[in-house]
């Protein structure tokens, strides 16, 4: 991601319910309409399977494309089938197990024909909640397999692990990013990474950039979620309002890796009644702010010399003056 220029933005697409017309029917046309209609949204996600059913992918295809969105890619939502509520690839049930792995490797298909190269994996049925539940061994093992077969369905498509500590499983089976990078080392694809989402980051008790930094050094960054919130939970806040230096701390080190992916907003207007075309204009508004102080930021002399010292006191005074106006 360049400082420079501004980056493609995404959504949350299921928050776009809100914004069709009370005598519509609720689609993913409708959806998609909406936030083009936000006019600063540049690309979608679409659910895989609940995006498309009763759809053929030439046809949403062209609702992106009357909407002025291009297709980011895909994300399996293995929560649409009551069957795996115990478990997607950790489920006990070798048939489940394989109606998983068959699944996301349809969804891999559905995101090819439309020209899509990332999948998305949130696994949050993939865990337990008590103690002797599960045979822990069993479950990774099973796990690590379920990945490797499917990255290996189509090695021209990339696939994210999007971990989460809980919810909706007590404990999910990656809660965090060491943990992740112990399974993607096992899996050992090329085509295998990690989507780093900002409020899961928060909720795991971990620093956004040094998460970004762990991700691209023993594997590959293929995503990044913003949004905000305050640690307990996947509050799905504005991003950068609640942390806005640890935001402005993610765009410096996004920026010295390269990246240069799509800047996702999984934020939830609609558990709070807000206008989801409004909250993206704000999301937007205030990334793109954010941005500009990190690129002021990145080659900052004082800064650098601040943080080689590990001197907070130096360091938040510089952060505060490009944020706040203070000491300028």
Same mark, same amino acid.
């Given at each position: ?18 914004? &069709? ?79 998983? &792995? ?5 969804? &891999? ?44 369905? *189509? ?40 989507? /780093? ?52 701390? /993610? ?38 702010? /954010? ?19 590990? *001197? ?5 005074? &510089? ?10």
């Amino acid at each position: 991601m360049s400082t420079d220029s501004r980056p493609r933005y995404a959504a949350r697409l299921n928050a776009f319910k809100r914004a &069709i017309p009370a005598n519509e029917k609720v689609s993913i046309r409708g959806m998609i309409d909406a936030a083009g209609r936000s006019g600063v949204l540049d690309a979608a996600d679409l659910n895989y399977p609940d995006h498309f059913e009763g759809q053929l992918t030439r046809d949403l295809s062209k609702m992106l494309e009357d909407a002025g969105l291009s297709l980011n890619g895909l994300a399996m939502r293995y929560y649409t089938n009551p069957g795996y509520a115990i478990g997607a690839f950790t489920n006990p049930d070798p048939d489940v197990r394989r109606a998983a &792995i068959d699944e996301t490797k349809r969804g &891999i298909d559905a995101g090819r024909e439309m020209g899509g190269r990332l999948m998305t994996l949130w696994m949050g049925q993939d865990g337990f909640d008590y103690a002797f539940q599960g045979d822990y061994a069993r479950m990774w093992d099973d796990t690590v397999a379920a990945i490797a077969e499917v990255a290996d369905h *189509d090695p021209e498509v990339d696939i994210a692990i999007e971990y989460k500590p809980n919810e909706p499983r007590a404990y999910a089976l990656m809660p965090d990013v060491g943990t992740t990078l112990l399974a993607v080392r096992e899996v050992d694809r090329p085509n295998l990474g990690v989507t /780093l989402d900002f409020a899961h980051v928060l909720y795991a008790d971990e620093m956004p950039a040094h998460t970004a930094h762990l991700i691209a050094r023993h594997s590959r960054l293929l995503g990044v979620h913003l949004n905000d919130g305050y640690g307990k939970r996947d509050d799905g806040l504005m991003a950068g309002t609640v942390h806005a230096a640890a935001t402005v701390e /993610l765009f410096v080190e996004l920026e010295r890796l390269g990246y240069g992916g799509v800047i996702y907003f999984d934020t939830f207007p609609d558990h709070s009644g807000l206008d989801p075309l409004k909250e993206a204009q704000t999301n937007v508004a205030l990334v793109e702010h /954010l941005r500009a102080v990190a690129a002021r930021l990145k080659d900052n002399a004082a800064l650098t010399d601040a943080i080689a010292r590990q *001197d907070a006191t130096d360091s938040q005074r &510089i952060i505060a003056a490009e944020l706040y106006g203070i000491g300028r």
